[in-house]
Structures are given as C-alpha cells and as structure tokens.
C-alpha cells in the first residue's frame, strides 16, 4: 500500500513539473501547440470538406429537380404554343385566308461584352442571321433588349441602350408608343398620344406592331408622366435587370 501511495506522489509530481513547464516554457510549449493546431486544423479541413461535398451534392440535386421541373414547364408551354399554331393556321386555311402563325425563337448565348465598361453591349454567338433585320430578345417573359448587326456580327443591345427601341402598349387602354434606353436605370417611351391618359404604375408591354417581339411581352412599369412637343413621355422601370446575363431567346419571326 505504501509502495503504491509512493509511486502515486511520484507520478503526481512529475505530471505537475510537466504541466508547470508545458504552461511556463515555450520550449516545451511549442510543439505540443504546433501539433495540436496541426490537428485541428487537419479536422476542420475534413469537417469543412465533408460539409461542401454534402452542400454541393444535395445543393446540384435539388438545383437539377429545380431545372426538370422548368423544363417541364416549358416543353407544355411550347406544346400548347404549337398546338394553337397549328389549330389558327387550320382555321385560316379553312376560310381560305393567307395569314399564318409560325412563330421561331431560339436560345442564343452572350459571349461577350462588346466594350469593356458598356454593359448595354454584348456579342451574341450567332452566325446565322439577317443582317438587315432587328431581332428582339428576352429573359424569361420580360424584354431584355434588341439584336442587330454590328461589325458583320450580332450585337445585343440591352433595355437601357439608347438604340435600344421597339413599340409598346402603355396601360389599360394600350396607349401606343415607342420605348427607348437612355443609358440610365429607367427606359423612356415617347409619341405617347395625349387623348390616352396613363398614369404612374400603369404597366408597358410589346404590341408587337414593329415585327420585332410578340404582343403582350412585359417591359416596365410607368414611374412618371411629362408631356412635350403635342406628345406624352413616360419614364418606365423595366422588368428586366439581369446583372449576370449568358443567355437569351431570340424571336427570329412572330409569324
């Protein structure tokens, strides 16, 4: 018993002594705390390696469920869109009439800006195109902007460019009018005929009387009203306001 008491003081006294000098020496501190920081640094590499692998996948799962279903979406959007086509086309050629509907949009991609510091300019990877035509372009169901020839190449020009212009409806009793960029946040309409009153909040959609982009495509909300020269001008928040664009659907015909 007293063999056991005696080797019990000795080990208690030499872990004091070890404790005294790993908390006064930093000798004797250094490579415990280098080891120990080596350690938790090893587990918090896993810890957060484990995490971003769990987050990546379940975050690209749920992210691919996210892209079917849209996709989904469109597909019977585009089958009802053809559908009615083909049904309006039978009922013209029943009546004899010439018209047709047969519109063609397709998915382009931004390549690149067309001047650094002008992010109303973008190239379009499009090599098939009338460089005699304006094409619209939109995100979603929302205007974004216009297509022309540039250089021999396709050039967007987004919302807020001032070449940017096309036809519109302005509220509820489709006041006509022209919409154009002004290289700000807001884009203007003009030729608004002064009969008509619009009034702040009122909606702008495409009337897709300049064969550019189909009718009822939105474009903005009104902010404000003026009137100049026997004509009103409304100054419009657009809808879109994409800071990160890489795609867009080109309406190469409405009809």
Same mark, same amino acid.
């Given at each position: 018993?007293?063999?056991?008491?005696?080797?019990?003081?000795?080990?208690?006294?030499?872990?004091? =002594?070890?404790?005294?000098? =790993?908390?006064?020496?930093?000798?004797?501190?250094?490579?415990?705390?280098?080891?120990?920081?080596?350690?938790?640094?090893?587990?918090?590499?896993?810890?957060?390696?484990?995490?971003?692998?769990?987050?990546?996948?379940?975050?690209?799962?749920?992210?691919?469920?996210?892209?079917?279903?849209?996709?989904?979406?469109?597909?019977?959007?585009?089958?009802?869109?053809?559908?009615?086509?083909?049904?309006?086309?039978? =009922?013209?050629?029943?009546?004899?009439?010439?018209?047709?509907?047969?519109?063609?949009?397709?998915?382009?991609?931004?390549?690149?800006?067309?001047?650094?510091?002008?992010?109303?300019? =973008?190239?379009?990877?499009?090599?098939?195109?009338?460089?005699?035509?304006?094409?619209?372009?939109?995100?979603?169901?929302?205007?974004?902007?216009?297509?022309?020839?540039?250089?021999?190449?396709?050039?967007?020009?987004?919302?807020?460019?001032?070449?940017?212009?096309?036809?519109?409806?302005?509220?509820?009793?489709?006041?006509?009018?022209?919409?154009?960029?002004?290289?700000?946040?807001?884009?203007?309409?003009?030729?608004?005929?002064?009969?008509?009153?619009?009034?702040?909040?009122?909606?702008?959609?495409?009337?897709?009387?300049?064969?550019?982009?189909?009718?009822?495509?939105?474009?903005?909300?009104?902010?404000?009203?003026?009137?100049?020269?026997?004509?009103?001008?409304?100054?419009?928040?657009?809808?879109?306001?994409?800071?990160?664009?890489?795609?867009?659907?080109?309406?190469?015909?409405?009809?």
């Amino acid at each position: 018993m007293k063999m056991n008491k005696e080797l019990l003081g000795f080990f208690a006294f030499f872990i004091a =002594l070890f404790v005294g000098a =790993l908390y006064f020496s930093d000798t004797v501190q250094s490579p415990f705390i280098s080891a120990l920081n080596s350690i938790k640094s090893s587990y918090r590499d896993t810890v957060t390696t484990i995490d971003d692998t769990i987050d990546k996948h379940f975050f690209q799962a749920s992210e691919i469920q996210r892209l079917k279903e849209k996709l989904l979406i469109y597909e019977k959007g585009h089958v009802l869109m053809v559908q009615l086509s083909k049904e309006a086309n039978d =009922l013209f050629a029943e009546n004899n009439s010439s018209l047709k509907i047969n519109p063609n949009v397709e998915l382009v991609r931004v390549l690149s800006y067309e001047k650094f510091g002008d992010f109303n300019r =973008l190239w379009l990877d499009l090599e098939d195109f009338n460089t005699s035509k304006i094409y619209g372009l939109t995100h979603q169901d929302t205007v974004a902007g216009i297509a022309v020839e540039y250089k021999g190449r396709a050039l967007a020009l987004l919302n807020k460019d001032p070449k940017s212009s096309y036809a519109v409806y302005v509220g509820g009793e489709f006041a006509p009018g022209v919409a154009h960029g002004n290289n700000s946040q807001n884009l203007i309409v003009k030729f608004i005929p002064t009969w008509i009153k619009i009034h702040p909040g009122d909606e702008v959609i495409t009337s897709g009387l300049d064969a550019i982009f189909f009718k009822g495509l939105k474009v903005g909300k009104v902010l404000s009203v003026s009137s100049l020269g026997g004509f009103q001008s409304a100054l419009v928040e657009p809808y879109y306001k994409e800071n990160d664009p890489n795609y867009f659907h080109m309406i190469r015909s409405i009809r």
